[in-house]
T-cell receptor, first 107, second 113 residues
Framework: KNEVEQSPQNLTAQEGEFITINCSYSVGISALHWLQQHPGGGIVSLFMLSSGKKKHGRLIATINIQEKHSSLHITASHPRDSAVYICAVRYGNKLVFGAGTILRVKS | DAGVTQSPTHLIKTRGQQVTLRCSPKSGHDTVSWYQQALGQGPQFIFQYYEEEERQRGNFPDRFSGHQFPNYSSELNVNALLLGDSALYLC????????????FGQGTRLTVV
């Protein structure tokens, strides 16, 4: 069983919709990362969270340490947001990744 | 700042061969981690190098080895390649410490035939 579970696995949205991707993890962590991966492979770090909430443009990330749960929200989604969104948690020196959520935003 | 750079970008090897992948960390970063990402899956931790030593290792066989140089760049070596080693290999650099942000390279796509 993966230590990091993401949902949904696949998500198709219409342009302008509000999107939520969820991440749950099983043990205590020091930090949680939300990452974006486009076709071709390169990974871009969106957020690193230890507590609370962070916002960058149309992206919002929240984390609830007690419930071991984090969410990534995209407001006013756009086709250029189409990508794989990956949650990764930091255990000591390593990152443990979820399987990713494939997001497709249609115009 | 060039960020994290990996080379080569694509590579095709034959079963049984050996391969070396290279990573230059983001300027100022001293820690390099390697990950393997099979198609349709999340990356899996291979190992991490800091101060030219392997600091932590994931669940990968000894065929996977690495090195870190004094300039913090790193190599990943895989011996006796198997078809199942075909994957995207990602390098991430960071500063030593528990809650520092990791920056990723574009990856090396390895195909074993």
């Amino acid at each position: 069983k993966n230590e990091v579970e993401q949902s949904p696995q696949n998500l198709t949205a219409q342009e302008g919709e509000f999107i939520t991707i969820n991440c749950s993890y099983s043990v205590g962590i020091s930090a949680l990362h939300w990452l974006q991966q486009h076709p071709g492979g390169g990974i871009v770090s969106l957020f690193m969270l230890s507590s609370g909430k962070k916002k960058h443009g149309r992206l919002i990330a929240t984390i609830n340490i007690q419930e071991k749960h984090s969410s990534l929200h995209i407001t006013a989604s756009h086709p250029r947001d189409s990508a794989v969104y990956i949650c990764a948690v930091r255990y000591g020196n390593k990152l443990v990744f979820g399987a990713g959520t494939i997001l497709r935003v249609k115009s | 700042d060039a960020g994290v750079t990996q080379s080569p970008t694509h590579l095709i090897k034959t079963r049984g061969q050996q391969v070396t992948l290279r990573c230059s960390p983001k300027s100022g970063h001293d820690t390099v981690s390697w990950y393997q990402q099979a198609l349709g899956q999340g990356p899996q931790f291979i190992f991490q190098y800091y101060e030219e030593e392997e600091r932590q290792r994931g669940n990968f066989p000894d065929r996977f080895s690495g090195h870190q140089f004094p300039n913090y760049s790193s190599e990943l070596n895989v011996n006796a390649l198997l078809l199942g080693d075909s994957a995207l290999y990602l390098c991430a650099s960071s500063l030593a410490g528990l809650n520092t942000e990791a920056f990723f390279g574009q990856g090396t796509r390895l195909t074993v035939v």
